[in-house]
């Protein structure tokens, strides 16, 4: 039998090497992880990884030039999809940073954590970009947690969240310092606002049940 192919998309913004290396140690026996750039590999792939790193205009602009845009939406729009930090962000409508347009696979924006609400319970300033191991808060079940507890910790590195408009999307939340969306879904589409690939035995745990996932909720 066949292994499945799980292909992550390279468009040169993304932690490429720790997202590869992370699914290879997960995916044993059950898929071939495929780093590409290539719009037709992606196209063919069972299975696609969106991640980004760095700003949202840098990420969109690569996206666009590659000729990726459209291989990744269409990919959203078919089979298990997986989007990891700014790739998770690329998915809305909107962001803040540079007042751009995004993909628009989920409705809502991407904003920037607001500078008069930065101050934990003690008075004490938060630094942004938020950055470190948080809480994440289980808002509704969904079979890429499956063996992941309620509160467990992942690792964050960001200066801006999404905000999505529609309640149901929400599947995880955290609090910096307030509650806020860090993970979204629908249909085939799971995306996360943390790093999975380092995230310790938890994160690779949600890497291991992608690749076991059949695109339900």
Not at 46 to 53: A, I, N
Not at 135 to 163: C, K, N
Request: charged letters at 20%; proline letters at 5%.
């Amino acid at each position: 039998m066949s292994k499945q192919k799980i292909a992550i998309v390279d468009y040169g913004m993304g932690n490429l090497h720790s997202v590869t290396k992370a699914f290879e140690s997960v995916a044993a026996e059950h898929a071939e992880i495929i780093l590409t750039a290539d719009p037709a590999v992606v196209a063919s792939a069972d299975k696609v990884v969106f991640p980004g790193q760095g700003a949202m205009p840098d990420c969109m602009r690569e996206l666009e030039a590659s000729g990726l845009k459209q291989a990744v939406l269409d990919a959203a729009a078919s089979k298990p999809f997986l989007g990891i930090c700014v790739g998770a962000q690329l998915l809305f409508e909107h962001s803040e940073e540079s007042d751009m347009d995004c993909l628009g696979v989920f409705k809502g924006k991407v904003i920037k954590f607001k500078p008069e609400n930065m101050f934990d319970a003690n008075g004490q300033k938060l630094k942004v970009p938020h950055m470190g191991w948080n809480e994440m808060f289980i808002v509704q079940d969904h079979p890429l947690w499956a063996g992941i507890s309620d509160t467990e910790r992942f690792y964050f590195v960001h200066s801006y969240h999404f905000a999505p408009t529609e309640p149901h999307d929400t599947i995880l939340e955290t609090g910096y310092p307030n509650r806020f969306a860090v993970a979204i879904a629908k249909d085939n589409i799971f995306a996360i606002q943390c790093h999975p690939e380092k995230s310790s035995t938890a994160g690779l745990q949600l890497l291991k049940n992608f690749v076991l996932w059949n695109g339900l909720q």
